[in-house]
């Protein structure tokens, strides 16, 4: 249910947004179209992001971290949009964590992320197309190794990053099973279903 309304308030902001567009050329119009995604999923990013609570210790799944992959992922080899995606997403989810003196380490960890992951899916793409895979299963590929490696090179940059600034409130070992395992595994299911909702909206949109 959660995936719908995150689908229904996209379609409807874009279609509302792209009523005022008649005038503009086709590759302005695609170009706005596509701001006007990435500005939506940080914010819905952003809005999961503080309502979504603690897993026990001062730490939680990262939905926003989520929304960037999407954003990556949508704006393919766009490296500009990555990176000032990532810093937005690092803004909000400093503003809004629940750990304690988590703000540094989470503007560190989305811009040491992006540009890893930026690396991992160009890599991911270029396997993709000297195996010859169709575009589908190429980008399901993509999908269901971007969400897990991302969210373990953000989880793991995160805790190091706090460890070293204001020190973690548990172990290290503790906090990567208890909080970054299961945001992996949220993280990539909760993702693939997310993306393919969001990609069917777009498809939708960008053809009007």
Same mark, same amino acid.
């Not at 989305?110 to 899916?121: A, D, G, H, S, W």
């Given at each position: 249910?959660?995936?719908?309304?995150?689908?229904?308030?996209?379609?409807?902001?874009?279609?509302?947004?792209?009523?005022?567009?008649?005038?503009?050329?086709?590759?302005?119009?695609?170009?706005?179209?596509?701001?006007?995604?990435?500005?939506?999923?940080?914010?819905?990013?952003?809005?999961?992001?503080?309502?979504?609570?603690?897993?026990?210790?001062?730490?939680?799944?990262?939905?926003?971290?989520?929304?960037?992959?999407?954003?990556?992922?949508?704006?393919?080899?766009?490296?500009?949009?990555?990176?000032?995606?990532?810093?937005?997403?690092?803004?909000? =989810?400093? %503003?809004? #964590? $629940?750990?304690?003196?988590?703000? &540094?380490?989470?503007?560190?960890?989305? *811009?040491? !992320?992006?540009?890893?992951?930026?690396?991992?899916?160009?890599?991911?793409?270029?396997?993709?197309?000297? =195996?010859? %895979?169709? #575009? $589908?299963?190429?980008?399901?590929? &993509?999908?269901?190794?971007?969400?897990? *490696?991302? !969210?373990?090179?953000?989880?793991?940059?995160?805790?190091?990053?706090?460890?070293?600034?204001?020190?973690?409130?548990?172990?290290?070992?503790?906090?990567?099973?208890?909080?970054?395992?299961?945001?992996?595994?949220?993280?990539?299911?909760?993702?693939?279903?997310?993306?393919?909702?969001?990609?069917?909206?777009?498809?939708?949109?960008?053809?009007?």
């Amino acid at each position: 249910m959660a995936w719908s309304f995150v689908k229904f308030i996209i379609v409807k902001n874009l279609n509302k947004s792209y009523l005022c567009l008649g005038g503009i050329q086709n590759e302005k119009k695609f170009k706005y179209k596509k701001m006007v995604m990435n500005a939506l999923l940080l914010a819905i990013g952003a809005i999961l992001h503080q309502i979504t609570p603690a897993l026990g210790l001062p730490m939680q799944p990262d939905f926003a971290l989520a929304m960037l992959f999407i954003i990556m992922i949508i704006n393919d080899n766009d490296y500009k949009t990555s990176l000032i995606c990532a810093i937005i997403t690092g803004v909000f =989810t400093a %503003l809004t #964590t $629940k750990f304690p003196g988590g703000q &540094l380490p989470n503007i560190i960890d989305k *811009i040491v !992320t992006v540009n890893v992951m930026f690396l991992v899916i160009i890599i991911i793409n270029k396997i993709s197309h000297l =195996t010859k %895979l169709n #575009t $589908k299963l190429e980008k399901n590929i &993509l999908v269901l190794l971007v969400f897990p *490696i991302g !969210t373990l090179v953000s989880g793991t940059t995160f805790l190091l990053s706090a460890k070293f600034i204001v020190g973690l409130p548990a172990s290290f070992s503790l906090l990567f099973v208890t909080v970054v395992i299961p945001a992996l595994v949220i993280n990539t299911i909760g993702g693939f279903i997310l993306y393919h909702a969001i990609n069917v909206s777009l498809k939708r949109v960008l053809t009007v």
